[in-house]
């Protein structure tokens, strides 16, 4: 027994599913979640989730097997579902046996889950779901647990929160599936009380963004250092005609001059000057990259500062271990004073 009984009973199934000592998952972020903070995750308790997002299969063959060397424990690989190389993604899984796939980024395809299920190493299949409806389909076809994130989250996001959310679905689900909850958890006080609701463990990104071990670029940590809840809005769609997935960000330059781009797509088609498709793919390149510029080469006026609203909790770089203790000893003490 570790020394967080109370809370350790409450992630038991979440942590038996994951091979881990706590149901603690730090979500996959693109550029973030490579080997060096994978490894940490899971050799700190908790579970590292890689960012696979426009890898080749070649690159991920590759960060599959740094991270291998750097821990013994288990960790997993997100795939976006609607990458155009997903099998082969899911065959380069299979070579190095990785025993859990996230899939995100909407409805897995026809035969996906097959193929992760079916290899010579199965896989088990983590899903996202923003309805109730589409959580239990999928589960119903092959998904072993669920993720629901609500919009305080960083990255891509629905339009329900968290709490919301969570009041939804776990107690339709919780009981006879392993479901996480994502988005906003800063602290653990807010880990206890989604594991009353019946969370079987949590899943948390922006918390550890910035952690010692992540390679994310100084100016990127010293941005979220500085950042208050407010500071991280989601994107604002200008025109119908031009969808915009909405992502949660920290208001800088880009995502001014991403409102500025919409507005300039969308005078080209009232000139009809562009066809839709093309207006469509220019503003669904426009961010192709900014993430990395902000996360790798630290640009973050232009880049994308991804963050959860949580990010107004975040004041210094610590440790991942000292971050999981921490989250730990906050949930403990919570179950301890009810
Ligand atoms: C910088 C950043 C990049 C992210 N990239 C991805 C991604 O590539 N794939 C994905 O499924 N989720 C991505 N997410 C979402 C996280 O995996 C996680 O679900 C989310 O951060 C949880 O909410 P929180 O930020 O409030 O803790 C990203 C989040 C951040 C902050």
């Not at 199965?122 to 239990?136: C, E, G, M």
């Not at 550890?208 to 994107?235: G, L, M, P, Q, Y």
């Amino acid at each position: 027994m570790n020394d967080y009984p109370k809370t350790s009973r409450l992630m038991q199934r979440g942590a038996e599913f994951l091979g881990t000592e706590y149901a603690i998952m730090c979500g996959a972020m693109s550029w973030v979640s490579e080997r060096n903070l994978v490894s940490a995750i899971s050799n700190a308790g908790g579970f590292g989730v890689i960012a696979c997002g426009a890898m080749t299969p070649e690159l991920l063959d590759t960060e599959i097997a740094e991270t291998r060397k750097r821990t013994d424990k288990p960790f997993g690989v997100n795939l976006i579902t609607m990458h155009p190389d997903l099998f082969e993604l899911i065959a380069v899984c299979e070579r190095h046996a990785v025993g859990h796939i996230v899939l995100a980024g909407g409805i897995p395809p026809k035969g996906s889950v097959e193929a992760i299920k079916g290899g010579r190493n199965p896989a088990k299949v983590v899903v996202f779901a923003p309805t109730l409806a589409l959580a239990k389909k999928l589960l119903r076809s092959g998904g072993d647990a669920l993720v629901i994130e609500g919009m305080e989250a960083g990255g891509h996001i629905g339009p329900v929160s968290t709490s919301v959310l969570a009041q939804e679905m776990l107690p339709e689900l919780a009981e006879d599936h392993v479901v996480f909850v994502a988005g906003g958890i800063g602290r653990g006080q807010a880990i206890a009380g989604y594991l009353e609701m019946g969370a079987a463990g949590v899943q948390l990104g922006t918390r550890f963004a910035c952690a010692t071990e992540s390679i994310a670029h100084e100016n990127f940590k010293k941005a979220f250092f500085r950042a208050n809840a407010r500071d991280a809005v989601a994107s604002v769609q200008v025109d119908p005609r031009l969808p915009v997935i909405p992502v949660r960000a920290l208001k800088n330059k880009g995502t001014e001059a991403f409102t500025d781009k919409q507005r300039e797509v969308a005078g080209t088609l009232d000139r009809e000057e562009i066809a839709m498709a093309e207006a469509q793919l220019q503003i669904e390149h426009y961010w192709a990259g900014a993430l990395r510029r902000a996360v790798i080469d630290g640009d973050v006026e232009n880049g994308s500062l991804m963050a959860g609203q949580s990010v107004g909790m975040l004041k210094e770089e610590e440790p991942v271990a000292a971050i999981i203790a921490k989250l730990m000893e906050q949930s403990e003490g919570a179950l301890g004073r009810r």
